[in-house]
């Protein structure tokens, strides 16, 4: 049989069409296609675009990722502010946004010592609560939050950053007033809330041999308790210098023994210069702007984004090596414009640290990382 030309011209056409937006004539591949037999790929979302929806950019997400995690909405002091109000508004927009589009919803976080209000740990303006009253408070917390959404996110980071980079557990007011034991009741109370949803303990810099080594037995000592820990999320903000591959292959293995699996929840790489005051990812860290520290204001040069693209290839090549431990891989933002890079450690500066560029257009990174979706190993 032979098709007139213009019917096939069309037929190529809409091809290309249903395969996702079309940058120039290129048809754009989609990660969460790609990457479907491996690992879930998630983006991070910022609670601009869930209250100020965009449609190109709603279109980007939906094309390329099948997982979504708030960046912002759901952290203590935005949907829990006082003590007697919970703002559920930005969060149930999440939700909604997620079911229409397929997405496995993660939500972040439910116990972590940032973004909280002092009231949290507080009986009366300046008076700290007894151990009694922030048990209570966090689980009326765990209760009303994870359980208004029971059954539509998939899996909650139910702690966030417990641990010191020397593995020892992190003096937050959660330890200080309640003990060492307030990561089991932060696990039973989300278990309580929805038990089908998975439970995560989450941290950064987790690529540290005494960090990992403190996760492990974090976790060892949660499920001694009875809780239940379905994986280990390693964070994943890292630099063009560190960390190498061979420290996070290795907690990846050890992470993975300890929970069954491991989820990267928060994947970005800065370009940029890192402030010699500042280490890890603590959001309380800050370093004062200067021009020095601001290098790719009008864009990242050509060798640079080469760099970028190999560096994030070598971590997709680990996580393909190690795809049957790994259930997702997050990336802490959309687009280079919405990165918190722009604004963290350092104010104004103009961050290059993810795949899709600030007219949300795929950068070399994106095709190199696709590439390694269909390389043999
Ligand atoms: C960051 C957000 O991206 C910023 O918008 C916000 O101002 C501060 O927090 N580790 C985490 C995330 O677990 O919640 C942090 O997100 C980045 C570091």
Known sequence: MTHHPVTTALAVLSALVACGPAIGDEPVGSLAKAFAGKYRIGVAISTGLVTNPRPAADALIRHQFNSATPENLLKWENVHPDKDRYDFGPADRFV?????????????????HSQTPAWVFESAP???????????????????????????????DVVNEALNDDGTLRDSPWRRIIGDDYLEFAFKYAQEADPAAELYYNDYSMHLAAKRD???????????????????????????????????????EALAEAAGKVAITELDINVLPWPSNIAGADVGQSAAASPRLNPYRDGLPAAKQAELAERYAMFFRLYNHHADVIDRVTFWGLDDGRSWHNGWPVRGRTAHSLLFDRSLAPKPAFDAVLRTATETP
């Open 96 to 112: 909604a946004f997620g079911k229409e589009n397929d997405l496995f919803l993660v939500g972040h976080t439910l116990v972590w």
């Open 126 to 156: 300046g008076v700290p609560a007894t151990r009694e009253q922030l048990l209570t408070t966090m689980r009326d917390h765990i209760y009303n939050v994870a359980g208004r959404y029971a059954g539509q996110i998939g899996g909650w």
């Open 214 to 252: 403190g996760a492990v037995r974090l976790v060892d000592k949660l499920k001694q308790a009875g809780c239940r820990v379905d994986a280990i999320g390693m964070q994943s903000h890292y630099g063009m210098g560190h960390p190498q591959a061979s420290e996070v292959e290795a907690s990846i």
